[in-house]
Nanobody
Framework: VQLVESGGGLVQPGGSLRLSCAASGFTTSSYAMSWYRQAPGKERELVATISSAGGSTNYADSVKGRFTIARDNAKNTVYLQMNSLKPDDTAVYYC????????????WGQGTQVTVSS
């Protein structure tokens, strides 16, 4: 079971990046998928979540209107399109998959670094 993020890098303020999270070893279609981020010296925070079928999304207030989460269950992949990036968006971004209520099955990716700087 593995989640592998890609697409991070260095971008100037106002720029865009698209992160991808590819799953292997399990089928993501029954999992809610999320992106979290953790900046140096700060706690990990939830950025965006998408339901298993993709019909429902939620975003942190700090990224609403700038970030978009999407998924392609046929490709077992979830995406995070990030526009109008700000220096405060600098962090390691992690992919997270979860399903179940009483018994949870949850997986984390290893993270990808996003740096917004001029």
């Amino acid at each position: 079971v593995q989640l592998v993020e890609s697409g991070g890098g260095l971008v100037q303020p106002g720029g865009s990046l698209r992160l991808s999270c590819a799953a292997s070893g399990f089928t993501t279609s029954s999992y809610a998928m999320s992106w979290y981020r953790q900046a140096p010296g700060k706690e990990r925070e939830l950025v965006a979540t998408i339901s298993s079928a993709g019909g429902s999304t939620n975003y942190a207030d700090s990224v609403k209107g700038r970030f978009t989460i999407a998924r392609d269950n046929a490709k077992n992949t979830v995406y995070l399109q990030m526009n109008s990036l700000k220096p405060d968006d600098t962090a390691v971004y992690y992919c997270y998959a979860v399903r179940g209520a009483t018994v949870k099955y949850a997986y984390w990716g290893q993270g990808t670094q996003v740096t917004v700087s001029s």
